[in-house]
Protein backbone atom coordinates (compact mmCIF):
# COMPACT_ATOMS: atom_id res chain seq x y z
CA UNK A 1 0.00 0.00 0.00
CA UNK A 2 3.21 2.35 0.66
CA UNK A 3 4.01 1.75 -2.81
CA UNK A 4 0.41 3.42 -4.18
CA UNK A 5 -0.21 6.29 -1.72
CA UNK A 6 2.38 8.65 0.05
CA UNK A 7 2.57 8.35 4.08
CA UNK A 8 1.10 11.64 4.75
CA UNK A 9 -2.20 10.59 2.46
CA UNK A 10 -2.44 7.09 5.20
CA UNK A 11 -1.86 9.17 8.08
CA UNK A 12 -4.92 11.87 6.86
CA UNK A 13 -6.94 8.66 6.45
CA UNK A 14 -6.13 6.82 9.53
CA UNK A 15 -6.80 10.50 11.72
CA UNK A 16 -10.05 11.28 9.71
CA UNK A 17 -11.14 7.75 10.36
CA UNK A 18 -10.57 8.13 13.91
CA UNK A 19 -12.33 11.17 14.18
CA UNK A 20 -15.32 10.03 12.33
CA UNK A 21 -15.35 6.89 14.99
CA UNK A 22 -14.41 9.57 17.89
CA UNK A 23 -17.50 11.74 17.00
CA UNK A 24 -20.15 9.94 15.39
CA UNK A 25 -21.52 6.69 16.57
CA UNK A 26 -22.04 5.54 12.48
CA UNK A 27 -19.79 4.30 10.37
CA UNK A 28 -17.64 6.31 7.93
CA UNK A 29 -19.67 4.71 5.12
CA UNK A 30 -22.97 5.73 6.26
CA UNK A 31 -21.59 9.77 6.31
CA UNK A 32 -20.85 9.12 2.65
CA UNK A 33 -24.00 8.69 2.13
CA UNK A 34 -25.28 11.28 3.91
CA UNK A 35 -23.43 13.46 2.07
CA UNK A 36 -24.58 12.06 -1.18
CA UNK A 37 -28.02 12.84 0.23
CA UNK A 38 -26.92 16.48 0.68
CA UNK A 39 -25.47 17.23 -2.32
CA UNK A 40 -28.81 16.02 -3.78
CA UNK A 41 -30.94 18.08 -1.69
CA UNK A 42 -28.77 21.41 -2.47
CA UNK A 43 -29.13 19.98 -6.59
CA UNK A 44 -33.43 19.67 -5.99
CA UNK A 45 -33.36 23.05 -3.96
CA UNK A 46 -30.95 24.45 -6.71
CA UNK A 47 -28.56 26.70 -4.55
CA UNK A 48 -26.87 29.07 -6.78
CA UNK A 49 -23.55 29.75 -4.71
CA UNK A 50 -20.70 27.15 -4.87
CA UNK A 51 -19.72 28.31 -1.17
CA UNK A 52 -23.33 28.22 0.29
CA UNK A 53 -23.60 24.89 -1.39
CA UNK A 54 -20.87 23.38 0.17
CA UNK A 55 -22.04 24.54 3.43
CA UNK A 56 -25.14 22.82 2.96
CA UNK A 57 -23.54 19.93 1.98
CA UNK A 58 -21.28 20.10 5.05
CA UNK A 59 -24.21 21.15 7.85
CA UNK A 60 -26.30 18.10 6.74
CA UNK A 61 -23.31 15.59 6.54
CA UNK A 62 -22.68 16.56 10.15
CA UNK A 63 -26.02 16.74 11.15
CA UNK A 64 -27.66 13.84 9.94
CA UNK A 65 -24.04 11.77 11.11
CA UNK A 66 -25.57 12.87 14.69
CA UNK A 67 -29.37 12.60 14.24
CA UNK A 68 -29.20 9.37 12.83
CA UNK A 69 -28.21 7.03 16.12
CA UNK A 70 -31.21 8.96 17.78
CA UNK A 71 -33.71 8.04 14.93
CA UNK A 72 -32.56 4.73 14.82
CA UNK A 73 -33.28 4.00 18.21
CA UNK A 74 -37.17 4.64 17.96
CA UNK A 75 -37.25 2.74 14.86
CA UNK A 76 -34.19 0.17 14.62
CA UNK A 77 -35.27 -2.02 11.91
CA UNK A 78 -34.35 0.54 9.03
CA UNK A 79 -31.09 0.77 7.11
CA UNK A 80 -28.92 3.18 8.56
CA UNK A 81 -27.77 4.47 5.11
CA UNK A 82 -31.28 4.74 3.74
CA UNK A 83 -32.04 6.97 6.87
CA UNK A 84 -28.99 8.73 6.31
CA UNK A 85 -29.71 9.82 2.87
CA UNK A 86 -33.51 10.59 3.33
CA UNK A 87 -33.15 12.73 6.44
CA UNK A 88 -29.66 14.83 4.44
CA UNK A 89 -32.29 15.07 1.28
CA UNK A 90 -35.01 16.20 2.92
CA UNK A 91 -33.47 18.47 5.64
CA UNK A 92 -31.54 20.36 2.87
CA UNK A 93 -34.03 20.38 -0.04
CA UNK A 94 -36.99 21.13 2.01
CA UNK A 95 -35.31 23.90 4.20
CA UNK A 96 -36.75 26.80 3.83
CA UNK A 97 -40.57 24.76 4.55
CA UNK A 98 -39.09 23.07 7.51
CA UNK A 99 -37.84 26.62 9.03
CA UNK A 100 -41.15 28.35 8.35
CA UNK A 101 -43.44 25.00 10.12
CA UNK A 102 -40.65 23.99 13.22
CA UNK A 103 -42.11 27.15 15.65
CA UNK A 104 -45.68 25.44 15.14
CA UNK A 105 -44.05 22.13 15.55
CA UNK A 106 -42.58 22.95 18.61
CA UNK A 107 -44.94 25.08 19.90
CA UNK A 108 -47.39 21.55 19.77
CA UNK A 109 -44.83 19.65 21.46
CA UNK A 110 -44.45 21.26 24.06
CA UNK A 111 -47.96 21.75 24.63
CA UNK A 112 -48.86 17.89 24.53
CA UNK A 113 -45.46 17.64 26.99
CA UNK A 114 -47.25 20.67 29.56
CA UNK A 115 -50.58 18.19 28.92
CA UNK A 116 -49.03 14.98 30.04
CA UNK A 117 -47.18 16.87 32.98
CA UNK A 118 -50.47 18.44 34.25
CA UNK A 119 -52.44 15.07 33.73
CA UNK A 120 -54.68 16.63 30.90
CA UNK A 121 -55.47 13.84 28.02
CA UNK A 122 -55.24 15.42 24.78
Known sequence: MNDNIPNIAIAFIGVLAAAIGHLFDVPAATL??????????VAFSKEASLIAAFILIVVGTLATGWAVPVVLKFAPD?????????MAFTFIAFRVQIRQEAPKILTAIFIRIQDFIRGNKA
Open 32 to 41: WVAAIGSALG
Open 78 to 86: IAQKSVAAF
